[in-house]
């Protein structure tokens, strides 16, 4: 992110650096990258990827000792989003590894893996969530409710404050 426009740069080498996330507007800066190392930094998750997709001439990529490597699928993941990926963590991307990762990732749109959404609430966990920040008797208990809410939990019982994971 905050890259000035380098139309001539085609190598990046930004290990060590403690980076979580990919700018969206890398695309707008480095529009020629073809190889990009990101070893030993800090992204975790694999929709964090996902700004790659827009670097057409982008064909190395390393990630190694960063979270995402240990998600499932993360190899497969990485060369269904990026199909002109030639390197992943310095390893060639053999076809058999494309039809596989083509196969695994089918129903995404854009080649992009189907994030799963996390389910809704229903209307009885909905009730339940509006009578125990009602029941609350200190903000305490409504910063918990909010915090567990914002993780994923559900209310156990209307006039309950506790909460259970989802």
């Known amino acids: 992110q905050n ?20 700018g969206e507007d890398l695309k707008d800066a480095l529009p020629a ?24 001439a982008l064909e190395r990529l390393v990630l190694t000792d960063n979270n ?8 497969l993941y990485v060369i269904n989003l990026l199909p002109k990926l030639m390197v992943l963590d310095f ?17 995404g749109a854009n080649g992009e ?3 799963e959404q996390p389910a809704k609430p229903s209307q009885e966990q909905i009730t339940a969530i509006k ?6 008797q200190t903000l305490e208990e409504v910063s918990k409710l909010e915090a567990k809410l914002k993780t994923g939990g559900v209310v156990e019982g209307a006039g309950d404050s506790e909460m259970a994971e989802a």
């Open 91 to 107: 390893q060639r991307v053999k076809p058999k590894e494309r039809e596989e990762a083509a196969k695994l990732f089918a129903d």
């Open 3 to 22: 890259f000035p426009l380098l139309r001539r740069v085609k190598t990046i080498m930004l290990s060590n650096n403690l980076i979580f996330r990919i």
């Open 131 to 136: 009578a125990a920040i009602q029941n609350a």
């Open 68 to 75: 995402v490597t240990k998600q499932p699928n993360y190899r």
């Open 33 to 56: 990258l073809h190889t990009l190392m990101l070893a030993n930094n800090s992204i975790l998750n694999l929709r964090d990827l996902n700004p790659l997709v827009h670097l057409p």
């Open 113 to 115: 893996m189907a994030v």
